[in-house]
């Protein structure tokens, strides 16, 4: 049986490639941002690991200032004195 309406049967078939090129798009972005979601967690269990050590870091840094103020006024308080 010969299609009734060629027109209509280009236009759905147009419609359906157009609709598989948009899913295609998608899931190229869908993938794009899995591998970016991959990166922020790989970049996430870094910072985790080195939680710690900036933590400690930032401890000797604050003790290190304490102990420079007091060097830095005790020989104007001598001098004074």
Same mark, same amino acid.
């Given at each position: 049986?010969?299609?009734? !309406?060629?027109?209509?049967? $280009?236009?759905?078939?147009?419609? %359906? ?12 972005? %869908? ?5 970016? %979601?991959?990166?922020?967690? !790989?970049?996430? *269990?870094?910072? $985790? *690991?080195?939680? *710690?050590? /900036?933590?400690? /870091?930032?401890?000797? %840094? $604050? ?16 001098? /004074?004195?």
């Amino acid at each position: 049986m010969a299609h009734d !309406n060629p027109t209509r049967f $280009d236009s759905d078939y147009n419609l %359906l490639l157009d609709l598989k090129g948009e899913l295609t798009d998608a899931k190229r972005s %869908l993938d794009d941002l899995k591998a970016q %979601l991959e990166l922020l967690k !790989n970049l996430k *269990a870094t910072l $985790d *690991a080195q939680k *710690a050590d /900036i933590t400690d /870091i930032c401890g000797r %840094l $604050d003790r290190f200032a304490a102990i420079w103020g007091f060097v830095r006024c005790t020989p104007l308080l001598l001098y /004074i004195g």
